[in-house]
């Protein structure tokens, strides 16, 4: 099996893998994903999905969201935003479906097969 985690030092996804070895299993980095996150940015948001290729949602900011496909490392798809407000978390909702909220409370909706294309949730009047 594999892990997806980010954070620093360069802000980067590493790929962790469990390997059994002797008598115990041993999480070993296998490998790292470049980000688009530059030196004091957020820490890249992750969500996986395995249902066509072991897949990588992340990035921190709107117009930073990919998916990258963890075996070939190449990006799958790039969010087609300018934006560059924070994101307070991403998901998967089925395996062309993404949701992305952003950290002052829009959500967007983003689907892989048009990925020029992203819909924005109509603010909530206060």
């Known amino acids: 099996s594999l892990l997806v985690t980010s954070g620093p030092p360069d802000s980067s996804l590493q790929i962790w893998q469990v390997v059994p070895e002797d008598?115990?299993?041993?999480?070993?980095?296998?490998?790292?994903?470049?980000?688009?996150?530059c030196t004091g940015q957020p820490w890249a948001k992750i969500a996986t999905i395995s249902a066509r290729a072991p897949w990588v949602l992340h990035g921190s900011r709107l117009n930073s969201v990919r998916i990258t496909d963890v075996e070939s490392r190449k990006n799958v798809y790039v969010a087609g935003s300018s934006s560059s407000q924070e994101l307070s978390g991403l998901a998967f909702l089925d395996c062309d479906t993404l949701l992305l909220c952003c950290a002052e409370g829009q959500l967007c909706l983003a689907d892989v097969r048009h990925p020029q294309i992203l819909l924005e949730a109509a603010p909530i009047p206060s």
């Open 23 to 37: 008598s115990a299993d041993v999480i070993k980095c296998v490998s790292a994903i470049a980000t688009e996150n």
